[in-house]
């Protein structure tokens, strides 16, 4: 049998990790990731993988982004 969650995902309150991001002219937001584990410096010997990644948002994901601050809105 499942057990039953009983959680209320609506009253979460959201984080945004510790990433660097800039914002561009036109609001996208350009996140900065970092490859710095183990894995992640094997990747870059062997299969050319860049030491940062840039992730860039559309418009909703740059929206959301930028008016998360870890505070529950009343």
């Given amino acids: 049998m499942k ?9 979460k309150i959201p984080v945004l990790p510790n990433l660097k991001w800039t914002v561009d002219e036109d609001g996208i937001v350009t996140l900065h990731k970092e490859n710095n584990k183990f894995f992640d410096k094997v990747a870059q010997k062997f299969f050319k993988r860049p030491k940062t990644s840039y992730i860039h948002l559309d418009e909703h994901g740059s929206f959301i982004w930028q008016i998360v601050d870890g505070k529950k809105i009343s």
């Avoid at 057990?3 to 009253?11: D, Q, T, V």
């Fill in 3 to 11: 057990k039953e969650n009983k959680e209320n995902y609506l009253e």
